[in-house]
């Protein structure tokens, strides 16, 4: 059996569009697909271990039509049954898990691609413990987790009229630039004290800080350009000593990759990372923003099953 786990809302009502259009195909597996809506942030992360209990054995895969926090809620729904394959039809407004795991196709192709898919790809997604949580508290996630002025853009992106229209007309990714403009000035940089794999660098002056399972962020940015999905390490950038106006500059590069060339950004490798602020400071972990103080971040230690569609 296939659970189908739809985010009706995301993507400015996008998730109801893509369920929608691929309503016909569904509706001829009846017999061996089951489609559950959320109706709340945080459902699909209830709703997906309840199915998979309720079904057990049946479950051949969990499909999610959604965002990337979609995505994000379903894997920490089924933290404790890694061997469930997930597959993802994009739905949001960034859609970045898709450019990280190359999936190219789209739509009913994409569905029919999922349901003939036989063998999952492994996928190493991150685990993140914020402050002095206990160890149980841990969570996943699939994309990225960045501290600073990319937070308090996710921040005010996620709430700003402005997104809605930009999602309505597939530019999703705009969003971003123009809160990217508009926290320019709001913003204070912050010091961070930044332990990769036992060593220990403080960066005055930081204007980000972020840490991805694979390169792309904020709806197809190349954040991390070099970056290769791996069981081994994370790769990180830190943006730092740089005036307001470079920072234009160096956003208007990143959909590209080549601000890594920028003095001021500095890139790290590195399967432990330990991240501390002095004043607390916002994150954003696959888009949903909150604040902390400290962050302890490392590879998961066995790979999620992802049906992984390139073509």
């Given at each position: 059996?296939?659970?189908?786990?739809?985010?009706?809302?995301?993507?400015?009502?996008?998730?109801?569009?893509?369920y929608?259009?691929?309503?016909?195909?569904?509706?001829?597996?009846?017999?061996?697909?089951?489609?559950?809506?959320?109706?709340?942030?945080?459902?699909?992360?209830?709703?997906?271990?309840?199915?998979?209990?309720?079904?057990?054995?049946?479950?051949e895969?969990?499909?999610?039509?959604?965002?990337?926090?979609?995505?994000?809620?379903?894997?920490?729904?089924?933290?404790?049954?890694?061997?469930?394959?997930?597959?993802?039809?994009p739905?949001?407004s960034?859609?970045?898990?898709v450019?990280?795991?190359?999936?190219?196709?789209?739509?009913?192709?994409?569905?029919?691609?999922?349901?003939?898919?036989?063998?999952?790809?492994?996928?190493?997604?991150?685990?993140?413990?914020?402050?002095?949580?206990?160890?149980?508290?841990?969570?996943?996630?699939?994309?990225?987790?960045?501290?600073?002025f990319?937070?308090?853009?996710?921040?005010?992106?996620?709430?700003?009229?402005?997104?809605?229209?930009?999602?309505?007309?597939?530019?999703?990714?705009?969003?971003?630039i123009?809160?990217?403009?508009?926290?320019?000035?709001?913003?204070e940089?912050?010091?961070?004290?930044?332990e990769?794999d036992?060593?220990?660098?403080?960066?005055e002056n930081?204007?980000?800080?972020?840490?991805?399972?694979?390169?792309?962020?904020?709806?197809?940015?190349?954040?991390?350009?070099?970056?290769?999905?791996?069981?081994?390490?994370?790769?990180?950038?830190?943006?730092?000593?740089?005036?307001?106006?470079?920072?234009l500059?160096?956003?208007?590069?990143?959909f590209?990759?080549?601000?890594?060339?920028?003095?001021?950004?500095?890139?790290?490798?590195?399967?432990?990372?330990?991240?501390?602020?002095?004043?607390?400071?916002?994150?954003?972990?696959?888009?949903?923003?909150?604040?902390?103080?400290?962050?302890?971040?490392?590879?998961?230690?066995?790979?999620?099953?992802?049906?992984?569609?390139?073509?």
């Amino acid at each position: 059996m296939y659970v189908i786990i739809i985010n009706p809302t995301a993507g400015a009502g996008r998730g109801k569009k893509v369920y929608e259009k691929l309503q016909k195909h569904i509706s001829s597996r009846t017999s061996d697909c089951r489609s559950f809506f959320t109706k709340y942030e945080g459902h699909a992360e209830e709703l997906a271990p309840q199915i998979v209990s309720m079904h057990k054995d049946k479950v051949e895969a969990v499909l999610v039509i959604g965002g990337d926090g979609t995505m994000h809620e379903v894997l920490n729904g089924l933290k404790q049954h890694p061997h469930i394959p997930i597959g993802f039809i994009p739905a949001g407004s960034g859609n970045d898990f898709v450019r990280g795991i190359q999936s190219k196709a789209r739509g009913s192709t994409l569905f029919k691609k999922l349901l003939s898919a036989r063998k999952p790809q492994a996928y190493w997604a991150g685990v993140y413990r914020m402050d002095k949580r206990k160890k149980h508290h841990s969570r996943l996630f699939v994309n990225s987790i960045g501290f600073g002025f990319d937070a308090e853009v996710v921040k005010r992106a996620n709430v700003a009229a402005y997104k809605k229209l930009f999602n309505s007309l597939h530019i999703g990714s705009f969003a971003y630039i123009v809160a990217v403009v508009e926290m320019l000035f709001r913003y204070e940089l912050k010091t961070l004290d930044v332990e990769v794999d036992g060593e220990v660098q403080t960066f005055e002056n930081v204007w980000m800080a972020a840490v991805g399972v694979h390169g792309y962020y904020g709806g197809g940015m190349k954040i991390m350009p070099d970056a290769k999905m791996n069981r081994n390490h994370f790769s990180m950038i830190i943006i730092h000593d740089v005036s307001k106006w470079k920072i234009l500059a160096l956003f208007g590069t990143v959909f590209f990759g080549v601000h890594k060339y920028f003095q001021g950004v500095t890139m790290k490798e590195g399967s432990c990372i330990n991240i501390k602020s002095y004043t607390p400071i916002s994150y954003q972990v696959d888009g949903q923003p909150s604040s902390c103080e400290q962050c302890m971040i490392h590879k998961e230690s066995q790979p999620r099953k992802v049906l992984q569609i390139k073509k």
